[in-house]
């Protein structure tokens, strides 16, 4: 028997990652929320890699910050260990990196949402939608309460019809043996929703003081201060935890080839159905794919201070739980370890994400949104970034606003929705630097210049930070402009400072910004040459210099953006039939009646849509323009 709970504004289902930003972003821009999950013992749950970021994940992770989400708050304040990846190459990949303490990650994030006074966290399953008239009114859960609200995000993860596979056993379970939500994802299709069934998987655990770190390569975190957060300041240098380097080896290869009949991908049974992620394929996906290599990279990675259990990064397998203990102690530095728990694959459902908006609201349902996972991506910081948009596009949907879309050009959550609403994806997406056609635009260096102001302006930025972000912004201003006007002599002390880095003396005087353009020299000569009499933040110091270095390749992307604001700028209606328009090829016509296009530039991006096809449709609006006038 039903029963009427409350009402409320936003009611988001799920607490992993995505379900935790969109909760918070809807409460903190004024929305009374609420917050379900299956088991509130998983809330913000790692139940894969005990890490944060990497190469555009740690971009996404700090564009969250930037617009005032959760995630870089709460790993910089849990991290036992954090680095920055590709210092060796160019700003546009270089990123940031952190091991979460797991449980520590879990308990804090918890914290923040029972201590946020809009936000209503409860423990429940959701079976079904309230949809009247095609606008979703609330939900239904498994105990048959009723919640009432003006919208609804799903963040569902890989709980939607989950089955976990572990060598020739599968059953219906969530990650880590949780309960599964199979009504739900019945529902859905009910309601019209196509569905995708999509596969992870996880490796095994081992003992910490069962390995034999002689046999491995240290790999510590950095010692410099470094967050993800533009509001930490308690930089934890000397309180970190290494990881560990192993490989596998000719016996770890003999192991999987000679067991892969036992295995759910490759045995005679094939149990896995679902397609899984093509950049972290299994163990045994490896040694067949790329059977030429003679080792792969394992990383131990401890997943917290309070517990022994280490992370086996690179051996995410669903072999049968003994193949695994032969394959782990075949490893270099594993040869005794005791397995904690064994790896395994999970299938789930997801929904084909070209059924979204732009927005994350559903096309089939009013006011339903969708975030994370469920639309088809893997990776932690790519369901957090869906899942703040998700929850700030909700917010602005009760107050009834336009909705906040960033484009391609101005952040990596961009080129993520816009990926996964346009053109789809066939398997589980994770976000690459190579996926973003403008990535010298979106360092991890500037997200705060990029977004603190979008931000601030829907109301997740308070007005302190804003105010320091403002400063900040005049101080690479003032300092730039400096630069143009302070001139560098070539006296004794100047040629000394350019020889000792192998710079060409001078023969006239130079305004510091060209010197600063040459490839050799850095900020930190320039300092030298001529101080600044403000004391410049480090952060300043190191946009100034990269602005600078990299002034000709920034004003070619921009001059790209432009041209690409100008085709966003040609709007489409959303109900346009694209089949009475005479000359599209029928594949355009299917394609762009499916994705149902906002702009031009969003229609050229659409896959079977070809450069011919876009200029009938720019014909098609002049003439419609022509008609109006």
């Known amino acids: 028997m039903r029963y009427r709970g409350e009402e409320f504004d936003c009611i988001v289902i799920g607490a992993g990652h995505a379900g935790c930003e969109a909760a918070l972003a809807a409460a903190r821009m004024g929305s009374s929320t609420l917050l379900l999950t299956i088991n509130l013992d998983a809330v913000a749950y790692m139940p894969c890699n005990p890490s944060v970021g990497g190469p555009a994940k740690g971009h996404v992770v700090r564009e969250i910050d930037a617009l005032g989400g959760e995630m870089g708050r709460n790993i910089d304040k849990t991290y036992i260990q954090i ?36 936000l209503t966290l409860r423990q429940a399953m959701v079976e079904e939608l309230i949809v ?45 043996n949780q309960q599964p939500s199979i009504r739900l994802s019945q529902h859905l299709e009910e309601l019209g929703f196509d569905l995708v ?95 030429d290599k003679p080792r792969h990279q394992i990383f131990l990675e401890p997943e917290g201070r309070s517990t022994s259990e280490v992370y086996v990064q690179g051996l995410s397998t ?18 005794n370890c005791r397995m904690m728990r064994p790896g395994y694959a999970i299938e789930y459902d997801a ?57 391609r050009s101005q952040a990596y959550i961009g080129v993520l929705i816009d990926d996964l609403v346009t053109k789809g994806t066939r398997e589980p997406y994770r976000l690459l630097t190579s996926r973003a056609e403008y990535r010298l635009l979106l360092r991890n260096d500037n997200a705060d210049l990029r977004l603190t102001e979008v931000g601030y302006e829907i109301g997740l930025i308070k007005e302190a930070r804003y105010q320091k972000f403002v400063e900040k912004k005049k101080f690479i201003e003032e300092e730039i402009e400096r630069l143009s006007q302070v001139k560098a002599r070539p006296d004794e002390k100047t040629q000394e400072i350019l020889r000792s880095v192998g710079s060409k003396e001078l023969n006239n005087a130079y305004d510091l910004l060209t010197l600063l353009r040459r490839p050799e020299v850095t900020y930190k000569e320039i300092e030298m040459i001529s101080r600044s009499e403000k004391d410049l933040p480090k952060e300043v110091k190191e946009q100034v210099e990269i602005q600078v270095k990299y002034a000709g390749y920034i004003d070619k992307q921009l001059l790209q953006v432009e041209k690409l604001k100008n085709m966003e700028n040609k709007k489409l209606a959303e109900d346009l039939d694209y089949h009475s328009i ?32 876009i200029s009938i449709l720019l014909i098609y609006l002049e003439q419609m323009n022509r008609v109006k006038v």
Request: glycine share 8%.
């Open 318 to 335: 669903s072999l049968p739980e003994d193949v695994q203990l032969k394959i782990l102690r075949s490893i270099s530095g594993l040869e």
């Open 83 to 118: 680095r920055l990846l590709n210092t060796g190459k160019g700003p546009a990949v270089q990123a940031l990196r952190a091991q979460a303490d797991k449980f520590l990650y879990q308990q804090m994030m918890k914290e923040t949402i029972e201590k946020e006074p809009n």
């Open 351 to 407: 929904i084909v994400p070209t059924q979204l908006w732009p927005s994350l609201e559903t096309k089939r349902i009013k006011n339903l949104f969708t975030a994370g996972q469920i639309n088809g991506t893997s990776g932690y910081e790519e369901a957090a970034g869906q899942g703040l948009m998700a929850g700030i596009n909700a917010a602005l949907k009760v107050q009834g606003k336009d909705p906040l879309i960033l484009d």
């Open 132 to 176: 009247e008239d095609g606008v979703c009114k609330g939900v239904v859960t498994k105990t048959g309460a009723e919640y009432v609200a003006k919208t609804v995000v799903l963040t569902t993860g890989t709980y939607l019809r989950g089955k976990i596979i572990l060598g020739e056993l599968a059953y219906e379970s969530g990650p880590n």
């Open 197 to 291: 069934r999509f596969k992870t998987g996880t490796p095994p655990r081992v003992h910490a003081d069962s390995i034999d770190y002689s046999q491995t390569e240290i790999q510590p975190g950095d010692d410099k201060p470094l967050a993800f957060s533009y509001e930490t300041t308690d930089f934890r240098t000397n309180d970190q935890l290494p990881c560990w380097l192993t490989y596998t080896g000719d016996e770890t290869h003999q192991v999987i080839n000679h067991n892969l009949s036992r295995s759910p991908m490759y045995g005679d049974s094939k149990t896995i159905e679902g397609t899984g992620p093509r950049y972290c394929p299994s163990i045994e996906d490896k040694i067949v794919r790329f059977h």
């Open 582 to 613: 005479s000359g599209l090829a029928k594949e355009a016509r299917e394609k762009l009646s499916m994705v149902k296009p906002l702009n031009i530039a969003q229609a050229s991006r659409v896959s079977g849509v070809t450069p011919a096809d």
